[in-house]
């Protein structure tokens, strides 16, 4: 006979449509009953969306009817439309002490130089006289402590909290200060998780005008941790210019729409290259980030041309506007970043 253990560790299989988390950890799960080999599950939803309750209810049914010794499954979904602060998913938000921003960078796939633009607008807000931190959420693939050119090690305050290296006047955290950079770190989704909280809430921020946090690529575990975690200013899409990443990042979009974040705007990287004899050359097209912007009816932060010295700056830890301010690829983050200081005053 099955106990409600094994149905829950089945249940855990189930991933919620559109998030890698599973619906377990959702908390849509609210009663199970066993009578011998019938089992009942009863399922509460926040949301009325009549497709995502069919399909959970389908995968339910089909994953339950599998276990050995079961002779029926009867699901039973409802619809919560006032949910208590327990079963709302952000009701974990809290903000975090001293800090007054919090904004988010993302990208639909990999490969956009979301971080690279992560880390030249960070010392972009600081040139232009902001308190800023860093905080590296790609636990599989940090690269903010490469880019930066520190690998310092946190060290514990008297509170008990990690105290955040700085370079270049810039606050950091990521796991890559953690661990040695050559071990992979093959954890499940609870780990990371629970790690972007500590890296949140048990990090001595101290004041700053505002955090960037760098997601990794995707719309999964960490994202949504971020976004229950603590309640975001707003979020900035990062794409190139191309038909090929303009449709993940789409992706991106709709994630902060969902989660109720505002968005910020988008930045286009790689939007062109000048060749030394002045010739200007599209080499992923141009203009798919502003044409998605206007398309979306949301703000274009700027675009951010093919410059070898921003590839250089980011391998050798010397971020471009951190390092020559003067320079036109620095003027290019600049723009960026004054652009996205008038949008904080609307």
Not at 64 to 77: F, R, Y
Not at 127 to 153: N, Q
Not at 222 to 245: F, H, M, N, R, Y
Request: proline share 7%; aromatic share 6%; charged share 20%.
């Amino acid at each position: 006979m099955q106990t409600q253990e094994t149905i829950l560790q089945a249940l855990h299989d189930i991933k919620y449509p559109g998030y890698s988390r599973d619906i377990v950890s959702f908390g849509i799960i609210r009663e199970i009953k066993i009578d011998g080999g019938k089992i009942n599950i009863v399922l509460m939803f926040t949301s009325n969306a009549a497709q995502v309750v069919e399909q959970i209810k389908s995968d339910v049914e089909t994953v339950l009817k599998k276990l050995p010794g079961v002779t029926a499954v009867n699901v039973e979904a409802h619809i919560q439309t006032s949910p208590s602060p327990s079963q709302n998913p952000w009701a974990g938000q809290s903000k975090i002490e001293g800090v007054k921003k919090v904004i988010a960078v993302a990208s639909g796939k990999g490969g956009v130089g979301k971080s690279t633009v992560s880390v030249n607008l960070a010392c972009a807000l600081r040139h232009l006289g902001a308190s800023v931190g860093l905080l590296d959420c790609d636990i599989y693939g940090p690269s903010i402590p490469l880019m930066m050119g520190t690998t310092e090690r946190p060290t514990v305050s008297d509170q008990e909290k990690m105290v955040p290296p700085e370079k270049y006047g810039i606050k950091l955290m990521s796991i890559g200060f953690l661990v040695d950079p050559d071990t992979p770190l093959i954890w499940r989704g609870p780990m990371i998780m629970k790690t972007i909280q500590q890296f949140i809430h048990e990090v001595e921020w101290g004041q700053l005008d505002v955090l960037l946090i760098d997601l990794p690529p995707g719309t999964g575990d960490a994202q949504l941790t971020v976004c229950q975690t603590v309640p975001l200013d707003g979020g900035i899409v990062v794409t190139t210019p191309q038909e090929a990443s303009l449709n993940v990042v789409r992706k991106g979009v709709s994630m902060f729409e969902k989660v109720n974040v505002p968005i910020l705007g988008i930045v286009e990287n790689m939007s062109y290259f000048t060749a030394p004899d002045g010739q200007r050359i599209e080499i992923f097209g141009h203009g798919g980030g502003s044409e998605e912007a206007k398309r979306k009816g949301i703000p274009f932060l700027g675009e951010i041309p093919l410059f070898t010295e921003i590839r250089q700056g980011g391998d050798q830890g010397k971020p471009v506007v951190a390092t020559a301010p003067d320079s036109a690829p620095a003027k290019a983050f600049l723009a960026v970043a004054e652009t996205l200081k008038l949008n904080f005053k609307k």
